[in-house]
């Protein structure tokens, strides 16, 4: 790898020696005021790249209004990620190239590729086209226009607030800053190199993405990236109930408030489709490369499964749209057959799950439980 972007590497070079360095001097200015200024400002921060960058811009999951989009880009500037121009720019590219080579922070390149070295290698290239939305919005254009004087002077501004409740500058610099911007960093690469490495594939097992509930907990709901990486435009990473998303959280809670709206999100009868197709392609290649008769008889199973999944889906698709558009004399009948496929499709899912697990475990498949 040939260093291409000195500047980037000169600052996350010193930054980090700073860090590492100055751990003696500063471990006694420790208090619990400098901790929760490291903290709160690590949550600002980080929450306004995945609030903000990564589901309003990158992939508009939702919409906002001025005030929140403005706590967003002054927000994000604790985070020293570039302006969301720059940012979204790159993760789209990343997106629409995911683990090939114009993928900007491909894990085919290497973990430590994907986490940071990119940084200093990638193509800087702009194609305006790629984010041609975000060019007309005037508040992403004037944030990435006047970037460097937002960040230093907010941070600038930090600095001086740290120091007043702490009562030690080095202190402040330190939690305050060096800290929090080195957390923020690092939690945002290991979304590029470990939740694309050690993980479950619950959605898109074709791609490098993986789940990783450890990680969310320190990327405010980021971890479940196969998720992501399958349904991107979804506002939510944690789909479920108990997954640790407070990103998702805070934009329903804006939502509410009246700051967002058009919250977009993928029904379950979607995910399940889309799951039943693509175990499907990759049950058929590993069941057409065992040959015998053992794996012809799966296969007859996985395309009579997958066919009635996909009829019955099909089905409850067509009575959801005939229940809005029926008389209200008609709903009742409606109501039931919709009901009715339900309950088909429950018991078709889950003898779909059973023969999943149980073709991996005679022909050794890499796929993961459902």
Request: proline share 2%; hydrophobic share 45%.
């Amino acid at each position: 790898m040939k260093i291409k972007h000195w500047g980037t590497f000169a600052f996350i070079a010193i930054y980090h020696l700073l860090l590492l360095v100055l751990i003696p001097f500063v471990l006694p200015e420790l208090t619990w005021t400098a901790f929760t200024l490291f903290l709160v400002t690590y949550i600002i921060g980080g929450m306004s790249i995945t609030v903000g960058y990564h589901r309003l811009y990158a992939h508009r999951a939702y919409s906002a209004n001025p005030f929140f989009e403005w706590s967003i880009l002054l927000g994000s500037t604790l985070a020293f990620e570039m302006s969301a121009l720059g940012w979204s720019h790159d993760h789209r590219n990343h997106h629409n190239h995911v683990d090939t080579e114009r993928d900007p922070y491909s894990i085919k390149k290497g973990f430590w590729y994907a986490h940071v070295l990119w940084l200093f290698d990638a193509d800087r290239s702009f194609d305006k086209t790629l984010v041609a939305d975000l060019l007309k919005n005037p508040r992403v254009v004037f944030q990435d226009k006047y970037y460097l004087q937002l960040t230093l002077g907010i941070n600038l501004a930090i600095l001086l607030l740290g120091w007043y409740l702490t009562g030690n500058l080095f202190a402040s610099f330190y939690f305050g800053f060096l800290l929090r911007m080195a957390m923020i960093h690092h939690c945002t690469w290991f979304i590029n190199s470990l939740c694309h490495t050690y993980g479950s594939k619950t959605y898109a097992r074709e791609l490098s993405a993986v789940d990783n509930a450890i990680l969310a907990m320190l990327t405010f709901g980021e971890g479940y990236h196969n998720y992501h990486h399958a349904f991107a435009a979804d506002y939510r990473n944690g789909i479920r109930w108990y997954h640790f998303d407070p990103s998702k959280w805070t934009i329903w809670l804006a939502s509410k408030l009246g700051m967002t709206n058009k919250l977009r999100t993928i029904n379950t009868l979607t995910v399940q489709k889309s799951l039943v197709q693509k175990d499907r392609k990759l049950l058929i290649e590993h069941l057409e490369e065992e040959g015998c008769e053992t794996a012809a008889e799966f296969r007859e199973k996985v395309e009579h499964l997958s066919d009635l999944f996909d009829e019955k889906a099909t089905a409850l698709s067509a009575k959801m749209r005939e229940l809005k558009q029926a008389a209200t004399e008609h709903h009742g009948q409606l109501k039931k057959e919709i009901q009715a496929l339900r309950t088909m499709l429950k018991e078709i899912w889950a003898d779909w799950v059973a023969l999943t697990h149980a073709a991996t475990k005679q022909f050794q498949l890499h796929l993961h439980a459902h």
